[in-house]
């Protein structure tokens, strides 16, 4: 499906302005300032507690996250208020790290209306192995790399403008990680919303901890969030390489990221 209003590759579809958030009137987020291009995928990394998965439900406008300053921007349009349904018509999809138990809502009545029926459920699930999980409730029972699956189905259904993978690699074995990996680079790369099989409008925002899922996806630029705030970006490959060997602090200190202005382009090997 197209979307309304898609920019071409290389113009900003997402902007975030000076961004706090709190969650039972705790600030998690301050002063975040942050901005994706259409056609480009970048990659969140930092510590465990420093904001990324808030980050991300903020985006989506999950209850709960409440914005105390700035604003969200997308496709030239404020969304800061607007709630889940809007963004999601609007292009906005988010693969979670913990998704819940849809009991009652079998995978393959979900995808079809996910798809108002243009596309059949069973030729989606067979590319992930998920046909005979159609009939089952959305991720009752399922195993980890099952629910990370359950979840590319569902946004490759939706086809959204920008995707939002909240670490698509985390308790998938070994086995899936290779189906999941190469589902997020399809999903990326293949026909985007306005179309074509190219990347044009196509935008994503990754999180990542252990860096798995960059062997798939043709990243552009990575931020560092530390502390609730984004603390430095730059080269994604780069920065993984610095937090492994010198860890979060080591890599938050160097300046010179902080001025990067442009994405920086990775070529796949």
């Known amino acids: ?32 300032n942050l901005s994706v291009m259409s056609g480009y995928t970048n990659v969140l990394f930092g510590p465990n507690g420093s904001g990324k998965s808030t980050l991300l439900m903020t985006i989506m406008g999950f209850g709960g996250y409440k914005v105390t300053k700035g604003r969200i921007m997308f496709q030239g349009e404020d969304i800061t208020h607007k709630n889940v349904a809007e963004r999601a018509q609007m292009g906005i999809g988010l693969m979670m790290q913990r998704p819940p138990n849809l009991v009652g809502v079998q995978l393959g009545t979900l995808v ?108 552009d630029r990575g931020y560092v969030m530390c502390k609730g705030t984004v603390a430095c970006s730059g080269n994604p490959r780069e920065l993984l390489h610095e937090i492994r060997t010198k860890g979060y602090d080591e890599c938050i200190s160097c300046n010179i990221r902080r001025r990067s202005p442009q994405p920086l382009k990775i070529e796949e090997a």
């Open 112 to 219: 079809k209306t996910m798809t108002k029926g243009r596309v059949k459920p069973d030729a989606l699930a067979k590319e992930l192995d998920l046909t005979n999980f159609l009939t089952r409730d959305v991720n009752v029972g399922f195993s980890g790399g099952e629910i990370k699956r359950s979840e590319l189905l569902q946004l490759t259904a939706q086809n959204p403008c920008f995707v939002m993978l909240d670490e698509p690699e985390s308790g998938v074995d070994i086995v899936s990680i290779d189906k999941v990996g190469t589902k997020v680079h399809d999903l990326l790369v293949g026909t985007s919303c306005a179309g074509k099989m190219d990347r044009s409008g196509k935008a994503s925002l990754v999180i990542t901890h252990t860096g798995q899922i960059l062997d798939y996806v043709n990243a």
């Open 1 to 32: 499906m197209g979307w309304v209003g898609i920019q071409g590759k290389g113009e900003n579809i997402l902007e975030i302005e000076n961004l706090s958030v709190e969650v039972g009137g705790r600030e998690v987020l301050h002063d975040v």
